[in-house]
């Protein structure tokens, strides 16, 4: 098992995808604050949602992204914005609160789960290990579930690695190439009121969609 987070200041704390229980100091909020160069944008984007009381005070389970994924999907709206004449956004305050609550929501879940209280997932065999179905704190339809690796050419003998997917149409939930997936790269960070599992931030867009982020926004208007 391959121990992250041994550094807590250095970058490579959310690079791969071990398991390590490191407790902290404080609320979910505060860790995410003690990580201003990882987390910056979020806190403002819970700060914009409203939410700052959920991270500060309830029992709750968080899939972090990092930084890097608002900026990414910010840029390709912005794209988008170009293309269309409009103005872009240069400022996290020009979208709407309740977007970016329906958003970040979808990382946010009620109670305490660590890695081993999610079941085995495989994208290609899902018949078998379907992860679960989960709504998150607003109700939108998750996959989560637990990935096992392989070790010395044998299936599911190696590391564990959970993965969250957000579930576009519910009609279909086990339409894994419909799903929109993130891998997490450090699991099992314990603030004071409950879990976070920071997700590894390479490529992963915030929301999961860009394409429906940028239609609400845009539908609830950007100022």
């Not at 065999?125 to 704190?137: C, D, E, K, R, T």
Request: net charge neutral; aromatic share 14%; with cysteine.
């Amino acid at each position: 098992m391959v121990l992250v987070l041994v550094g807590c200041q250095k970058k490579d704390y959310f690079e791969d995808g071990g398991k390590h229980e490191a407790t902290f100091n404080g609320s979910i909020l505060d860790f995410l604050k003690s990580k201003p160069g990882m987390f910056d944008s979020l806190t403002k984007v819970i700060q914009l949602a409203g939410m700052e009381s959920v991270f500060e005070n309830e029992e709750i389970t968080f899939f972090a992204p990092a930084d890097s994924s608002i900026s990414n999907t910010i840029h390709t709206i912005n794209l988008t914005l170009r293309q269309r004449g409009l103005k872009e956004v240069t400022n996290l305050n020009q979208i709407k609160p309740s977007v970016w609550r329906k958003q970040l929501n979808r990382y946010v879940f009620k109670g305490k789960k660590s890695l081993t209280d999610y079941p085995q997932l495989d994208p290609e065999n899902l018949s078998a290990f379907p992860g679960q179905i989960y709504a998150s704190y607003d109700g939108d339809i998750m996959n989560i579930g637990s990935v096992y690796g392989a070790a010395g050419g044998v299936s599911y003998a190696g590391y564990r690695q959970l993965m969250i997917s957000f579930i576009p149409s519910v009609s279909t939930p086990l339409d894994y190439l419909s799903w929109y997936s993130a891998t997490v790269a450090s699991v099992n960070i314990a603030p004071r009121n409950g879990y976070v599992h920071a997700l590894r931030y390479t490529f992963h867009p915030f929301g999961f969609d860009t394409n429906q982020f940028f239609e609400q926004a845009l539908l609830a208007g950007i100022d």
